[in-house]
């Protein structure tokens, strides 16, 4: 069954093209292809209109685990739109290759993993276990960009 079938049966909307803030700007593309493989940028959950999208803060305190999960998910289908607008069919992916997960945490907070389970756990949903398995890290840092609970970044194999 093709990925896009699979996301419009669950109802999921894949967000347009973000533009980044005029006060932050990004001097880097968010997609780089090269080869065979698609190297994208970290970046942080948008809504389905491709705004920026809260809630915003530091997991636990003041983004729980199933927002920091959501948050997650977001990244997810953003990097779909993303993928689907270059390569024009998501079938194109060949393997999720690895994925970089850096989430705004409160000191001491040892469920990162957890947290990157909302992208985890999509990707495979949508792409089975033989396209959607991925190497994963999922680390805590002090600060993220815009205070966004998570972002992500993903390397990809396509045909």
Request: glycine share 10%; charged share 20%; net charge positive.
């Given at each position: 069954m093709k990925v896009e079938t699979r996301i419009a049966e669950r109802g999921l909307i894949l967000p347009p093209k973000s533009e980044p803030r005029p006060d932050f700007p990004?001097?880097?593309?968010?997609?780089?292809?090269?080869g065979?493989?698609?190297?994208?940028?970290?970046?942080?959950?948008?809504d389905a209109n491709g705004g920026y999208a809260g809630?915003?803060?530091?997991?636990?305190?003041?983004?729980?685990l199933e927002q920091g999960q959501e948050a997650a998910r977001k990244i997810a289908l953003s990097m779909l739109g993303d993928l689907q607008r270059e390569l024009g069919d998501l079938d194109r992916i060949a393997a999720w290759m690895m994925v970089h997960g850096y989430v705004n945490a409160d000191s001491g907070y040892g469920k990162t993993t957890l947290v990157m389970n909302g992208f985890s756990d999509l990707i495979l949903e949508l792409f089975d276990r033989e396209i959607g398995d991925h190497a994963r890290s999922s680390i805590g840092v002090a600060a993220l960009p815009n205070n966004v609970p998570v972002?992500?970044?993903a390397e990809l194999e396509f045909n």
């Open positions: 990004t001097p880097f593309t968010r997609l780089r292809m090269r065979n493989r698609i190297f994208i940028a970290g970046q942080g959950p948008r809630p915003w803060g530091k997991v636990p305190s003041e983004v729980s972002i992500i970044a």
